[in-house]
């Protein structure tokens, strides 16, 4: 008999409120005076704030918190951390310090919190960034995250809606995990696949960010809980179009089997319900679409950078054993968003 699910209900990104949702109740908080250092808002709904100290420097805030999505408490830990220090990378910046965010219930085993603990302090150090301290309380649920501080130059910001015309779109690791994650919570993943799964959602998008800097990257994100079409519809910020090749997509195939089997996420449908209608599909099946709308858990980072420089970049994060792939391209504007093919293998 498998063992008793210990503290695992559903929880990663696939927690996270909808898009939808969270526009509506954003686009109604009441603004004051424009700040001229608060370079990067939620207006454009990036994946973290930026602030301007000086001519030379600006702090990156961010923060992000979950419930657990595997049943290891230490692997929890890395991933809610390893996601949570993901915005920073997508900003450009570099991680300074992290506070702990923590809710935990009193009647559960404090060494389940010492593991989850574990893990998301060494991510924090793997960083290079030094955990300060944190916030705790009772609660009913476990839940674990950081709030980080990153630094970055001013003139050296990836936002996530700085994408042209002609910029290719890079992606840095496979998708699926949500997928993944939902069929393993009923018993129905491999083992491999939740190992492959595991193993990229505690990837620090660290190592990718480093090949980034000797780019010039238009715009950036982290494909998290809107999924990649969710980001992407973002990316194009009402002003762009692209045209995504679902075949250069990276994915784990059993997200494809699995989803193929109707194991899929509600914060799935709650992304294909948003972002849906801005997508055409041209001959993609009902997998690889379910893939595309799949929230993410500690995803890879998604850029625009220049045609000429792409295939550079490429061989660069392939050269760290990364899985990357240039999935598309951004053009003018056109009558659709986002056009996804499925192109020649």
Do not use: W
Request: hydrophobic share 40%.
């Amino acid at each position: 008999m498998p063992e008793p699910i210990i503290f695992c209900k559903g929880g990663g990104c696939t927690a996270k409120l909808g898009a939808g949702v969270l526009n509506h109740i954003l686009d109604r908080l009441p603004k004051g005076p424009a700040d001229p250092n608060l370079l990067v808002g939620f207006d454009s709904r990036d994946d973290a704030a930026v602030y301007r100290v000086s001519d030379e420097l600006a702090m990156v805030q961010t923060l992000d918190f979950f419930p657990p999505m595997v049943e290891d408490p230490y692997l929890f830990g890395q991933i809610a951390a390893a996601n949570a220090l993901s915005d920073v990378y997508a900003m450009g910046g570099v991680v300074k310090t992290a506070l702990n965010i923590v809710c935990f219930p009193e009647t559960m085993d404090l060494n389940v919190l010492g593991e989850i603990l574990r893990g998301g302090a060494e991510k924090v150090l793997e960083a290079g960034g030094q955990l300060a301290g944190g916030h705790s309380i009772a609660d009913a649920d476990v839940k674990y995250g950081l709030s980080v501080t990153g630094l970055v130059h001013p003139g050296k910001i990836y936002q996530n809606n700085g994408g042209r015309p002609g910029d290719r779109l890079v992606l840095t690791k496979r998708l699926g995990v949500g997928i993944i994650c939902t069929a393993n919570r009923v018993q129905e993943a491999s083992p491999s696949a939740m190992r492959d799964a595991t193993a990229s959602m505690t990837l620090l998008n660290r190592y990718a960010a480093e090949c980034f800097r000797s780019f010039p990257i238009h715009a950036c994100t982290d494909v998290t809980g809107f999924g990649f079409l969710g980001h992407l519809h973002e990316m194009m910020d009402g002003r762009l179009s692209c045209r995504v090749d679902a075949n250069r997509v990276p994915v784990f195939p059993e997200a494809l089997a699995y989803a193929d089997e109707f194991l899929l996420t509600a914060a799935g449908q709650r992304n294909r319900n948003h972002a849906g209608p801005f997508v055409r599909f041209e001959g993609v099946s009902f997998a690889m679409q379910e893939v595309l709308f799949d929230p993410q858990t500690s995803g890879g980072l998604l850029a625009a950078v220049p045609e000429a420089e792409a295939p550079r970049l490429l061989a660069a994060l392939r050269d760290i054993g990364l899985p990357a792939a240039i999935v598309g391209e951004i053009t003018q504007p056109g009558e659709t968003e986002i056009t996804v093919t499925q192109g020649q293998e």
